[in-house]
């Protein structure tokens, strides 16, 4: 049996992996005795700080992420293709839909066992009974605690902010537009189908030169959130709070997340100086999340300082912008190729608690650890995915020394470069793409257990389902 501890995104779908492969898995999630800051229900996988994957595009490393893990049987990948919503050349959900159909699977597969426990110390782990430590940026004060008595050292934290959402009914539509950037995502990405997910998802509220260095003094001005004494606040540069980023020049936003480029106000039928870009929340679009615009604001500064957005004068708030700690481990010094502990053999981290950043990246942690994990179970060669793909990116991030390791997406930095430098970026990336797919069918036709469901070695080779023993090789 595997037990495992945490149910978001890297814990489910460990779990589905392993349990598609004849495991046995013990998931153990605090909820419903208790939630995180950042958690509002009791079902597993709960996207809590947007509801976007990002882009889809193959030009674009989490696009070829995300294609890799469909390729392979990801049950997120699955589930969040089923409760998509529209968002231009992005993958986003309705994250209800996409909890619920995570949850319902989870609980209804035989192998699987559900626990409702608070983990305040590491389970005991053996050769036959490994855990998988998958307790997400959130981990709690006492494991997290534990976690760093076992591995030596202090373990890291920065903090990840959220973006508000407000009310569709509460945008003033007159005064805004919808529209995608150059007809596509708020990335610029491509959308596989137009006509199904819309061109113009987004909505758009622009500013002029004067109402934005208003605005951008406004934000620096306005009341924060301020950590406790004894918080390292060590902010991700991929999720900076809207307010950091006005700190560091007024143009700063006109360049980040309030960028004008590939837009055209309809009205004036030119670009605005500076927009704000809303992404529908549900399919039914009865909610926007504010694109890129996570904060630490107080809740009445936001309320303030948001409605000077032009068309949301009158925004209703359904959930406020807010900040959380994000715990993670120094993963190049003490995980070894299989995400095992070093000092702490049979105990397997997987997920945000590596450092890996992203909802598909840390879905791709916990199916690469179940992979990995399932091959030493079954007395099977270790074979990881190929360095050139995207999956393989993942365990060179975790894998690479870096002076002061720190979270990261999956960018095409961590995937070897391509031999021919004289292409194109856009071409390049398209190659890269090209190579990885090519690189994962050869691999995924020669591997073992690479695709969950496919043949299962015999219980000849002491394969643990249920409660036998298994009778393995450590990674």
């Keep these: 049996m595997v037990t495992i501890v945490g149910a978001g995104l890297a814990g489910c779908e460990a779990a589905w992996q392993l349990a598609q492969r004849g495991i046995h898995v013990r998931l153990i999630e605090q909820k419903p005795l208790a939630r995180t800051h950042a958690q509002t229900s009791d079902s597993l996988c709960e996207l809590v700080c947007s509801n976007s994957m990002r882009g889809a595009s193959l030009v674009n490393a989490v696009g070829l992420l995300k294609e890799e893990l469909r390729r392979v049987g990801s049950l997120i990948l699955e589930k969040a293709d089923e409760a998509r919503v529209p968002a231009g050349g992005a993958l986003a959900v309705d994250r209800d839909v996409f909890s619920r159909k995570v949850t319902d699977e989870i609980t209804n597969h035989p192998h699987i066992e559900r626990v409702s426990a608070i983990v305040d110390r590491i389970p005991e782990a053996s050769s036959s009974r490994p855990v998988i430590l998958a307790t997400g940026p959130l981990t709690g004060d006492a494991l997290a605690s534990d976690l760093a008595r076992v591995i030596g050292e202090e373990h890291l934290a920065y903090y990840d902010a959220i973006a508000p959402i407000i009310s569709a009914e509460s945008i003033d539509w007159t005064r805004v537009f919808k529209q995608s950037r150059w007809g596509k995502g708020a990335d610029g990405e491509s959308s596989f189908s137009a006509t199904s ?29 301020e950590p406790r004494a004894f918080e390292d ?55 926007y999340n504010l694109v890129g615009f996570q904060t630490r604001m107080t809740y009445g500064a936001q309320q303030e300082v948001l409605r000077m957005i032009p068309g949301l004068e009158e925004a209703e708030f359904l959930r406020f912008g807010s900040v959380h700690r994000n715990t993670f481990v120094n993963a190049p010094a003490l995980l070894d190729e299989c995400m095992q502990l070093r000092n702490r053999p049979h105990v ?70 391509h031999p021919n430098r004289r292409l194109k970026k856009r071409d390049r990336y398209q190659a890269l793409a090209e190579r990885a797919l090519h690189d994962l069918e050869e691999w995924s036709a020669s591997a073992p257990l690479v695709r969950s469901g496919f043949a299962i070695p015999t219980t000849e080779q002491s394969v643990l389902v249920g409660q036998n023993e298994i009778s393995a090789r450590s990674c």
């Excluded at 909505?203 to 620096?220: S, T």
């Excluded at 143009?251 to 605005?272: S, W």
């Excluded at 997920?351 to 992979?371: D, F, K, M, N, P």
């Design 197 to 225: 997910l819309g061109d113009e998802a987004y909505v758009n509220c622009a500013f002029d030169q004067e109402g934005y260095a208003k605005f951008v003094q406004a934000l620096v001005q306005a009341e924060k959130v």
């Design 233 to 287: 606040v060590r902010y991700f540069e991929g999720c900076l709070p809207v307010e950091v980023m006005a700190s560091r020049g007024e143009m700063t936003l006109a360049f980040g997340p309030m960028k004008p480029v590939g837009l055209t106000d309809p009205r004036t039928g030119q670009r605005p100086f500076a927009v704000v870009q809303l992404r529908p929340e549900d399919e039914a679009m009865t909610a």
């Design 348 to 417: 397997y981290l997987a997920g945000q608690v590596t450092g890996v950043e992203g909802y598909v990246e840390s879905c791709a942690g916990g199916y690469i650890c179940a992979l990995l994990l399932s091959q030493r179970l079954f007395g099977e060669a270790i074979v990881p995915p190929p360095e050139s793909t995207a999956l393989g990116g993942i365990r060179t991030h975790l894998m690479r020394p870096q002076p002061k390791y720190q979270p990261s997406n999956i960018t095409w930095a961590c995937m070897p470069p």
